[in-house]
């Protein structure tokens, strides 16, 4: 009986983020609370990348002014949590949604990590997308439908 009821309760949780707020990096908490409060709103001209740009300043975290966003991880081997920022360069993308094949390309793209779904799995938050237009959207990243191109995933750092 308790492990029905364990199943059940983990059932129920089972679309949540596997990542609690509270156990977060500092930062990577302040980003997620600032994306959450963007989302559906355009933030700066609507850029991809002006999205990460505020949330970097707000929390004023260290990064080159470019596109290297903190400390450079490797999803292979490292956690990537919510907060952390990816760099799309020349990614092409294939999936499937029922029988309909899907391909999407970011050839230059910015994104927020806003949501953990499962290994390799994340809800990411991105404006300048064709699906939320300027404004800022979530949509599910699988890195397994990643067939070309490459993403860099770095972790915020406070300023020195």
Known sequence: MKRL????????????SVYPQEALPPLNRQIVK?????????????????LAYQALKRV???WDGEYVYGKK???????????????????VLKYYRGTKRFT?????????????KGKGVFEIAHQNT???GRTVGLSTL???????????????????
Request: charge should be negative; proline fraction near 3%.
């Open 34 to 50: 600032y994306v959450k409060s963007t989302i559906g709103y355009q933030i700066d001209r609507g850029e991809c990348w002006d």
């Open 5 to 16: 009821l364990f199943l059940i309760i983990l059932g129920l949780f089972a679309n949540k």
């Open 73 to 91: 991880l490797d999803p292979k081997k490292d956690k990537i949590l919510p907060g952390d920022i990816i760099q799309f360069e020349n990614v």
């Open 142 to 160: 699988d890195l397994g439908t990643i067939v070309d191109g490459q993403i860099f995933i770095y972790r915020p750092v406070k300023q020195r």
């Open 104 to 116: 999407e390309r970011m050839e230059h793209h910015t994104a927020i990590v806003y949501k953990i």
């Open 60 to 62: 004023e975290a260290d």
């Open 130 to 132: 064709s699906f939320s």
